[in-house]
């Protein structure tokens, strides 16, 4: 594989369930970044991670979950899905944080559907 | 707050040249991003800039202005391929991107 990979590609969710969406990199960047995308609105940072063994919260935290167990993986869970989760989610990854110059790369996205 | 603005939609002819305009108010400054977003794609990036000035990337060029907090995106010799969202991003004071809504460009033949 060659940069970003995000599974799955879409998924239609009943409200309450739990749910996983996996995010793996093979550049070897150090900072990863979970945004999502709705319609009319910029993207939103939700997670990101410094630093494998480090996260941090971004805009909207509330109901998402990460963890950065490595410098490749960076699942999101949302524990228990609401329709307002509806949304593409997009992974990213670049070399760093704290570097102005530090271009993100994204992954295709997860379409989510949250009934 | 932090605010990016953006136009909506646009609509060009192929082969004009087409600016989108960004204008916004963030707390502090570490750089001005500009992504295109193919529909149901991923944004890939297209420039940056952190000094003041035009920044020429083949049919793409990119301007900043810190003391207006105003960028722009021009392109040139339009492609239908160039029929996509530009995403307007602007680096805050804690390395984070903020976001505007995009700019919808339309190009007709």
């Known amino acids: 594989i060659a940069g970003i990979t995000q599974a799955p590609t879409s998924q239609i969710l009943a409200a309450g369930r739990r749910m996983t969406l996996r995010c793996t990199q093979d550049?070897?960047?150090?900072?990863m970044y979970w945004y999502r995308q709705d319609l009319g609105l910029g993207l939103r940072l939700i997670h990101y991670?410094?630093?494998?063994?480090?996260?941090g919260k971004g805009e909207v935290p509330d109901g998402y979950s990460v963890s950065r167990a490595n410098t490749d993986d960076f699942p999101l869970t949302l524990a228990s899905a609401v329709p307002s989760q509806t949304s593409v989610y997009f992974c990213a990854s670049s070399d760093s944080i704290g570097q102005g110059s530090d271009t993100q790369y994204f992954g295709p996205g997860t379409r989510l559907t949250v009934l | 707050g932090q605010n990016i603005d953006q136009p909506t939609e646009m609509t060009a002819t192929e082969g004009a040249i087409v600016q989108i305009n960004c204008t916004y108010q963030?707390?502090?400054?570490?750089?001005l991003f500009w992504y295109q977003q193919h529909a149901g794609e991923a944004p890939t990036f297209l420039s940056y800039n952190v000094l003041d000035g035009l920044e020429e990337k083949g049919r793409f060029s990119s301007f900043l202005s810190r003391s207006k907090g105003y960028s722009y995106l021009l392109l040139k010799e339009l492609q239908m391929k160039d029929s996509a969202s530009y995403l307007c991003?602007?680096?805050?004071?804690?390395?984070?991107?903020?976001w505007g809504a995009g700019t919808k460009l339309i190009i007709k033949p």
């Open positions: 991670s410094n630093t494998a063994g480090t996260t």
């Open positions: 963030t707390s502090g400054f570490n750089g």
């Open positions: 991003a602007n680096m805050d004071s804690n390395y984070q991107l903020i």
């Open positions: 550049m070897r960047h150090n900072a």
